[in-house]
């Protein structure tokens, strides 16, 4: 087992708790142990998007850990992903900065998906960062956080050969992106977007914890 001491931090608005707890049980299910999860939940203070603050503040809880994850409240995680994470980080040469080079998002409700690539750089839902890592927090624009991470960061994006996280997209609760609304996922012409009708794919993916995202379709649309 590495050595790595590692800290997780969820920011969050307590507005999808289901979520948020659903959360909390895949931190607690990783194989790599993890030596602080900050919840960074508090009453607005500045503009609505302020995803980049919220960061900041549960980054400064954990300075004393070697790799930090940003984790999002709503996305799935397997449970090796922070094991894998940490041994490829590793193998690289523990970088200011890791990640994975492609994103898939999942819309729960329209059950649709979409991969983007984007070599060089991960999304913030897959990447982990040393919490020195000389970012400047403030440069940051909110709307593109983690575009602007992987700009001031030297590190490392890849491919990883199994899929180990997930972005779920759904609309709930204070919400970044168009991604998050069924709109986005029904165009007419919905480029390089796929269909899961009977939510095949997904299952695929994530096994056993598809159960958890039907209850929330249940429970919406009921």
Known sequence: MSGVKVGVVIPTRNNRPVFLKQCLEYVKRQTHPIAKTVVVDYDQKTFPNDLAERYQYGFAQVTDCDLVFLIEDDDWYRADYIARMVERWEFHGKPDIYGINDSLYYHI???RYW?????GRASAYST???PNAPLNWERLDPLWMDIGIWEQLKGVAED?????SVGIKHGIGD??????????YQRKDPTG?????DYEQLREWIGADLEFYLQ????KKA
């Open 193 to 197: 977007m796929s269909a899961d009708h």
């Open 109 to 111: 409700f329209s059950q």
């Open 128 to 130: 982990a960062m040393r």
């Open 115 to 119: 991969r983007s690539v984007h070599p």
């Open 175 to 184: 919400c970044g992106g168009v991604g998050h609304y069924e709109g986005f």
């Open 216 to 219: 929330v379709i249940r429970s």
């Open 160 to 164: 990883l050969p199994h899929r180990i």
